[in-house]
């Protein structure tokens, strides 16, 4: 068992994650006994819970307290010691949560996400997809005759954006770094939808000539990320299309990007 029980929402959202993330199918080409992937698993979630309660407590306070934020960083490295992460070694691990952490919280002083590069703010943001699977590699390292770490950039990229514009309703309610809302509610639809259809568009290229290595599931990822630049695309579209000023009015982070843009 993990070090905290998951709710079970929480729980069906970090299993959603990770299968589309491809875990699953990574666990079977480990070769492990059952057994053995179900405790990793646990531990995976729970960490995945931990940054989530991190995450929360972010999207749910405007003013944030330091000593709440160092209680959920503990929880963080607890899970890294039980998934066997030295502590020496925490600090590099969790480095682009750190990274994206400080996005969140320049919320607050008014630096919002667009004001960094695409890729800048989508390689951050996937932070906690690239720890877990940083963390698969680790233990098991028969993985790494099928792919490299760096062969899931693109990828990584195209699922946060997916992830934004699959949640830019549910995040209405949040104080939430979502670029494609904050996007929408200071620019406007048209301007998101120019902006994030040119940029998959780019990825789109970008994965046709990146130079994945040699491995053999590197094809797959290959033809994953082009899949998943056109269902990002698509959903993108349909819920931009759908979404209206009476969304934008009830955003809870609106009064905030008032008052940092007096």
């Known amino acids: 068992?993990?070090?905290?029980?998951?709710?079970?929402?929480?729980?069906?959202?970090?299993?959603?994650?990770?299968?589309?993330?491809?875990?699953?199918?990574?666990?079977?080409?480990?070769?492990?006994?059952?057994?053995?992937?179900?405790?990793?698993?646990?531990?995976?979630?729970?960490?995945?819970?931990?940054?989530?309660?991190?995450?929360?407590?972010?999207?749910?306070?405007?003013?944030?307290?330091?000593?709440?934020?160092?209680?959920?960083?503990?929880?963080?490295?607890?899970?890294?010691?039980?998934?066997?992460?030295?502590?020496?070694?925490?600090?590099?691990?969790?480095?682009?949560?750190?990274?994206?952490?400080?996005?969140?919280?320049?919320?607050?002083?008014?630096?919002?996400?667009?004001?960094?590069?695409?890729?800048?703010?989508?390689?951050?943001?996937s932070c906690d997809v690239k720890l877990m699977r940083r963390l698969i590699l680790d233990n098991f390292p028969i993985l790494r005759t099928l792919f490299s770490l760096s062969d899931w950039r693109i990828f990584d990229l195209v699922t946060e954006i997916n992830d934004d514009a699959t949640d830019i309703f549910e995040d209405l309610s949040t104080i939430n770094g979502n670029r494609i809302l904050l996007m929408a509610l200071t620019e406007g639809n048209e301007r998101v939808g120019i902006c994030f259809s040119d940029y998959l568009d780019l990825l789109y290229v970008k994965n046709k000539e990146f130079n994945y290595s040699s491995k053999s599931w590197c094809e797959k990822i290959k033809i994953l990320t082009e899949e998943n630049i056109h269902k990002t695309k698509t959903i993108l579209s349909n819920n931009l299309n759908n979404f209206t000023s009476d969304h934008k009015l009830s955003a809870r982070i609106l009064p905030y990007l008032k008052l940092s843009n007096e």
């Not at 070694?89 to 630096?111: D, L, P």
């Not at 667009?114 to 951050?124: A, G, I, K, L």
């Open 1 to 125: 068992m993990g070090i905290f029980d998951i709710e079970k929402t929480l729980d069906l959202k970090i299993e959603e994650l990770f299968e589309y993330r491809a875990f699953g199918e990574l666990y079977k080409l480990t070769g492990e006994k059952n057994s053995v992937l179900a405790k990793f698993h646990i531990q995976l979630k729970t960490l995945q819970a931990s940054i989530y309660y991190l995450d929360a407590y972010l999207e749910e306070n405007w003013n944030l307290d330091d000593g709440i934020l160092e209680s959920k960083w503990n929880t963080i490295y607890q899970c890294l010691n039980d998934i066997g992460v030295k502590p020496a070694k925490h600090k590099a691990y969790v480095a682009h949560i750190k990274m994206y952490e400080a996005h969140e919280k320049s919320i607050r002083q008014g630096i919002l996400p667009q004001s960094y590069t695409m890729h800048h703010f989508y390689y951050y943001k």
